[in-house]
């Protein structure tokens, strides 16, 4: 396998202040970078103060977006190579998932995945394969990759929330369905929302809906 790059991103947290007792990783969408999901993190450390928030730039310049980046060639139709590639993109980001949750003193059950688009399509690669199952992966207006390998690759399997416009132009609302059946199928917890007239992005209900899973996975006990 190639050398594994080493990913950085912008970070922010924890709102209170002190050392984090959780984290959070955004995992950006094709063609932008870490600086866009890091602009959600105020709104979920309203209910997690005690949050750090990460969210890495993808190892790959994006040929479509000339200042953006990619976590593999989303456009590549071929099956086997496309595998390749998510593969290793999926490995970038485990390692630096490992380094920062070392870093900070977090454990798996306190690791949290949110992912957009591209970023939900790794988020649910690689949370699936991981050693220990994560407190849970959050993601909006995505896909999932590689699902007929989940049966033979699980290892753990953390909650999952799914949130998706019915009016997204780039990935139909048929990628939620097919989704949130496959990931049932194989004994994952999994709820799906659908929000009417959204197209391919994120709205303030959908933050609400993220807001309320992560708090109830990562708030600390009163």
Do not use: K
């Amino acid at each position: 396998m190639a050398e594994l790059i080493e990913l950085a991103g912008p970070e922010a947290g924890p709102a209170s202040g002190g050392a984090p007792d959780a984290l959070v990783v955004l995992v950006h969408g094709y063609g932008a970078d870490g600086n866009d999901l890091i602009g959600l993190a105020p709104h979920f450390a309203q209910a997690l103060p005690g949050a750090a928030f990460v969210s890495p730039h993808a190892p790959y310049p994006c040929e479509m977006a000339p200042f953006g980046r990619q976590w593999f060639n989303v456009w590549n139709e071929d099956p086997v190579s496309r595998l390749e590639e998510i593969r290793h993109a999926a490995a970038i980001l485990d390692a630096f998932i490992d380094e920062r949750c070392a870093a900070l003193g977090i454990a798996d059950d306190r690791l949290a995945l949110l992912g957009f688009s591209q970023g939900t399509m790794m988020s649910l690669f690689v949370a699936p394969r991981r050693a220990a199952p994560c407190a849970g992966v959050l993601g909006y207006s995505g896909r999932l990759e590689g699902a007929d390998l989940l049966a033979a690759e699980t290892v753990s399997r953390p909650p999952v929330v799914l949130v998706h416009g019915d009016s997204d132009e780039l990935l139909p609302l048929h990628r939620l369905q097919h989704a949130h059946a496959a990931l049932e199928e194989n004994g994952f917890e999994v709820a799906a929302h659908v929000r009417p007239g959204l197209g391919h992005g994120i709205d303030d209900a959908g933050i609400e809906i993220g807001r309320r899973f992560l708090a109830s996975r990562l708030a600390p006990a009163s």
